[in-house]
């Protein structure tokens, strides 16, 4: 079973509505989707072409290769189509690997059940084959395979990732309610940040999206923070071919000149936790740290610069009646010191977004969590303009 080089479904993974910029991401690599859906995008490609995914992509989650699909009614069958897979040739006698799934199945009261017919359909055809199997657990530090079983359909895939995606590894300090670090990225990728403005992002708790700012200006893709990959476990697996597209990836990292990314919290906690976390990914040099309101926070005067903020929204931190004055306050502070620049507020809670006071452009829609959320677009114009009730009402 050569899946080094044949080509099967890949399916790549991500939280809810970060598909558009996965979708992006995955087309910029250059790769034809085939489908596209609120949690993922799926193509057809080889385990090689998932080493180059794994590496480059921000907004995924998990990329897994298709093994084998087919109708499932029961445990029993669920065995029977596994362990007929060459699993001998895909996971090491002397290895590890782990199983996970997502099953909606009435035979299926936990996942764990499943996980373990899965386990043992593996382990049993290695056994036969080869006198001798693999160790399991469920730590994703190894071979991993995957289970989707929804009704009476059934694929087995080999997750290539292993831990997700999602965490690109150099938050060491999270902080307060911290933004997924994909959600970060895919929140700024569909800005109308060009990456060599200023990037101003006030109120930065944890900095995860002035510390993203930096990576994406500079190309620095988060794979580049990580060193080890389910798909290292596949037998075949050629270190040498990681190797190359790692080292073409650092070859590729370069620093807009003029770059100037600003994170400013009235925390100095906050920032001294921002600091850590950019140090991790490298970026620290290229951010600039500020200790203040966010209403002191230095806006340097150049073109289509942004200014983003991700307030709290009243679900996990904050009380909404005193959030009131903190949304107006964020309202006149953009119209006010902002001008010229293009705004963006993320939150949860739209109800408190109408305090800004001003009417978004646009509203693009997200999830953190089970939140549902948006990240608000604003115009600032340098001139005056208006914005009369039925605006604001519009919200």
């Not at 995955?26 to 385990?47: A, K, M, P, Y």
């Not at 009614?73 to 997502?102: C, H, M, Q, R």
């Not at 994170?263 to 850590?276: F, H, V």
Request: overall charge negative; proline content about 3%.
């Amino acid at each position: 079973m050569q899946v080094f080089n044949t080509n099967s479904k890949i399916i790549i993974s991500c939280h809810k509505w970060l598909s558009p910029a996965l979708s992006k991401e995955v087309v910029e690599l250059g790769f034809h989707i085939d489908r596209s859906f609120q949690t993922g995008v799926e193509i057809t490609g080889t385990v090689k072409d998932c080493i180059k995914l794994n590496l480059h992509l921000r907004c995924a989650s998990q990329v897994m290769y298709s093994l084998k699909s087919f109708i499932c009614n029961d445990p029993n069958e669920l065995y029977k189509n596994l362990v007929n897979i060459e699993w001998e040739k895909l996971i090491a006698s002397d290895g590890y690997f782990s199983v996970t799934s997502n099953v909606f199945h009435p035979t299926i009261q936990t996942n764990l059940f499943a996980n373990l017919r899965v386990k043992d359909a593996i382990v049993d055809r290695m056994r036969e084959t080869t006198d001798s199997r693999p160790s399991s657990g469920s730590e994703l530090s190894g071979a991993v395979v995957y289970l989707f079983w929804k009704h009476e359909e059934a694929e087995i895939f080999l997750d290539t990732s292993g831990e997700t995606l999602a965490k690109h590894g150099y938050r060491k300090l999270p902080g307060k309610a911290p933004m997924l670090e994909a959600l970060a990225a895919a929140t700024i990728l569909s800005t109308k940040w060009n990456k060599t403005a200023p990037f101003i992002n006030p109120m930065c708790g944890s900095g995860t999206l002035a510390i993203e700012a930096a990576l994406i200006a500079t190309n620095r893709v988060p794979g580049l923070l990580r060193t080890n990959y389910a798909f290292m476990h596949i037998k075949g697996y050629v270190h040498e071919y990681y190797t190359i597209i790692r080292n073409t990836l650092e070859a590729q990292i370069h620093i807009p000149e003029g770059l100037k990314i600003i994170a400013s919290d009235l925390s100095d906690k906050a920032i001294s936790i921002t600091k850590i976390n950019a140090a991790v990914a490298g970026v620290e040099d290229l951010i600039e740290f500020e200790v203040c309101d966010f209403g002191s926070t230095s806006i340097p005067e150049k073109g289509d610069s942004v200014i983003m903020f991700n307030p709290e929204y009243g679900e996990r931190l904050g009380d909404e009646i005193e959030l009131n004055a903190t949304y107006a306050r964020i309202g006149d502070f953009l119209k006010n010191q902002c001008k010229g620049y293009t705004g963006y507020i993320f939150t949860g809670n739209l109800d408190l977004a109408k305090k800004i006071r001003l009417k978004p452009s646009r509203r693009i829609e997200f999830y953190n969590a089970t939140i549902d959320c948006r990240l608000l677009e604003y115009e600032l114009y340098a001139g005056t303009r208006r914005t009369d009730k039925t605006e604001i009402e519009s919200q």
